[in-house]
């Protein structure tokens, strides 16, 4: 059967019909306006009866759900993605950094070098992924500025690979031709195993595509589960957001233990000012969150 758009009375009513109780309309309009029944439904999902059954869901509610429980778990949400992505931004930048610095200063004598396949696996100098990152960065105003200014159709590694995406350097790190050099890096972070370096990195860019394109973050599942690296093995938290969050806390931490102090006290404060209820004890259950770790 055809789905057909519905107004916000629809829509409250609808809800109302299936075992939610509303208390204020007018507050719940505002922020079925503010936010949408579409989004809203994946924070009012775990209080439906059939939760988590993805399949034949019947939509009704378990007794005694109230909307505000959803728009609870929605701006816990929202606080939590902004928290994480700020932290994972300092990540970011150290190891793009850390990579320019140590790449560049090994192959002095060629500032060009993410380009050159004597240093790069060709076949990625090829991808789509540094075609993109190369077309993005040649339309930030510097680098046209550096290209006009020395005749030339690229610039030196320092100089480009500032306006390149995390996922384009996470792949460019891994596709160095010299081991020795993988190493040196994921040393820094206190991990011999460039394999294990990549699982750790590559789950902060996860992390942060979540973040920051508003993803629901409470009950996210990994696509790939954590390596065992520093941290050891990780159980269930290997594909869950608590899984993540430890990646972090560890990789963040081999940068500034004061920002990780800041982040932990951050994130616990966000779940002090919660009341022991429905709406932590889900997210407790679906993050993996372990609150005596924070």
């Known amino acids: 059967m055809k ?14 019909s299936r075992g939610m109780t509303i208390g204020d309309k007018d507050k719940a309009k505002e922020c079925l306006l503010d936010i949408g029944y579409f989004r809203l439904g994946f924070y009012w999902f775990p209080f439906e009866k059939s939760y988590p059954r993805k399949v034949n869901r019947t939509h009704d509610f378990k007794d005694g759900t109230c909307f505000d429980y959803a728009i609870r778990l929605y701006y816990f949400d929202f606080d939590l993605r902004n928290i994480l992505l700020k932290y994972i931004n300092r990540i970011e930048i ?19 070098w993410y380009q050159d396949s004597k240093y790069v696996n060709k076949a990625f100098l090829e991808d789509d992924v540094m075609e993109k990152a190369m077309k993005d960065a040649s339309k930030e105003d510097i680098i046209v500025q550096d290209m006009k200014a020395h005749k030339r159709s690229i610039s030196p590694a320092w100089k480009a690979m500032e306006f390149f995406s995390f996922g384009a350097t996470i792949s460019l790190y891994n596709n160095l031709k ?12 206190g991990m011999p195993s460039p394999n294990n370096f990549l699982s750790y990195i590559d789950t902060m860019r996860k992390l ?10 409470f009950d996210k599942n990994l696509p790939e589960a954590i390596s065992n690296g520093p941290l050891g ?5 290997k594909t869950q957001l608590f899984g993540a969050y430890r990646v972090l806390e560890y990789l963040l931490g081999q940068i500034s233990q004061n920002r990780v102090q800041d982040m932990k006290h951050e994130v616990k404060a966000l779940f002090d000012k919660m009341p022991d209820d429905i709406v932590k004890q889900i997210i407790l259950q679906n993050s993996g969150f372990q609150l005596s770790m924070l």
């Open 178 to 189: 010299e081991g020795p050099l993988k190493c040196e890096i994921s040393n820094l972070y």
């Open 208 to 217: 942060r595509n979540y973040c920051a394109h508003g993803k629901v973050l």
């Open 233 to 237: 093995y990780l159980g269930n938290s």
């Open 94 to 112: 150290n190891f793009r950094t850390k990579l320019i610095y140590h790449a560049s200063n090994r192959y002095k004598q060629d500032p060009f």
């Open 3 to 16: 789905k057909l758009a519905t107004n916000v009375d629809e829509q409250i009513a609808k809800l109302e």
